[in-house]
């Protein structure tokens, strides 16, 4: 099961791409998505988001 981010919550401050393993994670229009097929459900970005906004989808 992949990751995703509330685009709600998310204050675009980038470190779950610095977090995550594989680079499955870059900036959207407005906040920071997952690309789930890349995703490894690893959950560094999650542990590493100050916002918490990052759960398993």
Known sequence: ???RI??????SCGTCEEECPVGAISQGDSSY???ESA???CG????????EAIAEA
């Open 33 to 35: 998505v997952i690309d």
């Open 44 to 51: 560094s970005c999650a542990a590493a988001c100050p916002c």
């Open 39 to 41: 995703c490894v459900s």
């Open 6 to 11: 509330n685009a709600d919550d998310c204050v």
């Open 1 to 3: 099961m992949a990751f």
